[in-house]
């Protein structure tokens, strides 16, 4: 019987053991994680110190890959002109009307503070177009929701080589068709998918819609974010011409995509020449 009761002793010791363990480590891992969290946070506000990532396939023209450093200059002195007349986002929180975790999400890739260029009421909120300056070796601006995702969960980015005013009201402008057809089919903005634009993308361009597709510029990490609670992905704009769509309502993103690689489109130039004529017959194989 002692010998008994002795091995029940020695099973309840190891098991309790084995529990304290797993609570240490649990414990250990809350901690980790919240420091973590923490840290990206508050590296987020100091976007001077952050390091560089190493973005992919970034399609910029050679003058401007050459020049980013003179760009980025002239962009922050052109940046500070209108500061005075732009909101910025560092407003005190209390103030805040878009979501403070997209805000700090892209100021953690962009290394840089937004300006609040447009702000639109969709039926849960209100939503932002926010825009960026070129710095560092990034040499090209992006504008980018804050908010849409509260209607699919998802947030669309556009890049430009130039600051261009009108680029939020394009971007406003998708952001309210998207949220409509999230309202009446439930479904969110896709890779594949295209907005036609009410104007071409800026005077005088050939392309008058924006063509969804993955973000290509910046590292694989940044098209997912998670709070813990909910999930928002991040999708990438191309500006493309009426014979452009109309090729990928024939043929398919895949083709379009692949015929963009073989002319070797550049996506942040909307003065370019169309990958396809109006009226071409041009199959998949061409």
Known sequence: MMKRNGRTTWRFLILTAAHIVIMILFAIAMIYYTIKWQKRRNDASAPGEHTHIQHKDIDVPEAHQKEGEQRSEGAVREWAEHEEKATVVTQPEQERSIPEEIVTHYMSYFHTEAQIAVEEELKEGKFAVLQFPPVGNRAFWVSATCGLSMSGGVELILYSAERESGLA????????????????????????????????????????????SHPLFEDESFSHFTDGQKVVRFLMLHAISP?????????????????????????????????IEADSNMSEKD
């Open 169 to 212: 009201v394009h971007l406003a402008d998708v952001a309210t068709q998207a949220s409509s057809q999230f309202a009446q089919t439930g479904r969110s903005p896709q890779s594949g998918l295209a907005f036609a634009l009410q104007s071409p993308i800026v005077p005088d361009s050939a392309l008058t819609y924006l063509y969804v």
């Open 243 to 275: 014979s452009e769509h109309e090729f990928l309502q024939s043929h398919g993103p895949d083709a379009l995509e692949t015929l963009f690689v073989h002319r070797e489109v550049n996506s942040i130039d909307f003065f370019r020449a169309p990958a």
